[in-house]
DNA sequence: CGTACGCTTGATAACCCTCAAATCTAGTGG
DNA sequence: CCACTAGATTTGAGGGTTATCAAGCGTACG
């Protein structure tokens, strides 16, 4: 989610920072909802997800984090942690405590500034993540999802758009609000027409303009630019 | 959305902040989507809400905003609008330059705090709207709107909790992601349950504990101590 | 008194959920 | 190497929630 340019004054001050590295096993929540945080976690490496819950006991997936994201930077400002945090795929985690996150902001206002904006960005894809499940069918949930992490992955190799998205259809139903049975009929059709392919964790994009238009996407709001081989097609 | 305690001299700092008020007719977009913007908007008066749109022209609302919040203060970090903004009753509006925000932020650190806490709130609410719209029905959904409202507004009267929410069946239809016509029988049966009553843009909850039950609702994610009223009944 | 907007109702159909069970896959231990 | 197991995917059938279409009614306002 890098959204801005550091100086090497303040990389070095982040790459300072102590943090306890943590390995988390998949399926595991290693934030739970409700528990006051003292530290942020980065992801290292692995999917990570953020999880609501419903008292009847529905999830929802409301992110998914990969590699660099900070899925609960937010708690800097609001240590409560009012979501879970569950490792979809085994995965790392770097804890850094707050105090340490927030002197810093302070001593460098860039880094300040760019943390400020991370959690703004990753609220602007939430404000769409309401959109897609509030007003597109199925379909267009799945494509739409697929979509943004191809953007936010921004893995392209070969003569076809894959990315690493090791996610099982049940999360894809949380992600998207639908039940698993529907999830799956869904990914066929997508599968059928020719658009999508998923296996073995690896999301392979077939024809991105069909999956862009049944998605009705525009990647403005990960105010990110679209990556090179995107941006031919976008 | 106030969360934070400022001091004496930062309260005066904000208070002298040059800003232009502006008057916005009811059903009118002050913030277009797609619009680079130079300043952020502090709600005076009146309801607004943020607008997301699809392609195909589904309009869902991601969040109500009321006298006192920055419906995009996000803007001062990514000045892109990717949602619209829009009055629902008419409002006043009060435009602050991103460029005065920012340098108040440097210059006082805990404005420059509160202001982060302030979106980071905001993103909080737009998690909770993720788990609202994907995954309860839809008496639950309007039912945790309400909810959410009544904290949010805090205004208490009587022995029913009333508050003004001046929506049409239609915004709540935007809000929840469903139809106008079935927003219209849910809202009959809360009525007729004796949940709830909604006149002249004044809803008046009459049993709040069948209102928060149908609702699953936790107010933790809100980040505010609940109202006294309902301290007593939460 | 006309018009625009909002609320309400009825009928029909589509989309999606639930339940149930079979198949497949990968990892584990004998 | 094979049986065993848990998780994941797939399929079928039936039902319920919700959308869509269409129309009637009420109300505020110029």
Redesign the interface.
């Known amino acids: 989610m890098a959204?801005t340019q550091l100086t090497k004054v303040e990389q070095d001050a982040i790459l300072s920072l102590p943090g306890i590295l943590q390995s988390v096993e998949a399926r595991s929540d290693f934030v739970e909802r409700?528990d006051e945080q003292t530290s942020a976690c980065l992801v290292v490496s692995g999917l990570c997800a953020?999880m609501?819950?419903?008292?009847?006991g529905?999830?929802?997936i409301?992110?998914f984090y990969g590699a660099g994201d900070i899925p609960d930077l937010?708690g800097v400002?609001?240590p409560?942690a009012?979501?879970a945090l569950s490792a979809i795929s085994a995965a790392e985690i770097l804890r850094v405590r707050h105090t340490d996150i927030r002197a810093m902001a302070?001593s460098f206002?860039g880094i300040?500034?760019a943390l400020?904006?991370h959690?703004?960005?990753?609220?602007?894809i939430?404000?769409?993540?309401?959109?897609n499940?509030?007003?597109?069918d199925a379909r267009s949930r799945l494509a739409h999802l697929f979509c943004e992490m191809a953007v936010r992955h921004d893995k392209v190799s070969g003569n076809a758009f894959e990315f690493e998205f090791p996610v099982s259809q049940a999360n894809l139903a949380d992600a998207?609000?639908m039940s698993v049975v529907h999830t799956n009929r869904s990914l066929q059709s997508l599968r059928r027409a020719g658009t999508l392919q998923m296996r073995g964790g690896i999301v392979a994009v077939e024809d991105w303009a069909t999956l862009q238009a049944t998605a009705?996407f525009?990647s403005?709001?990960l105010?990110m630019q679209p990556p090179v081989r995107f941006a031919a097609v976008i």
């Open positions: 959204r409700g953020r609501g819950q419903t008292i009847s529905g999830r929802q409301t992110n937010h400002m609001l409560g009012t979501s302070f206002p300040g500034e400020w904006r959690t703004v960005s990753d609220a602007a939430s404000a769409e993540w309401i959109v499940v509030g007003q597109r998207t609000g009705e525009d403005a709001y105010n």
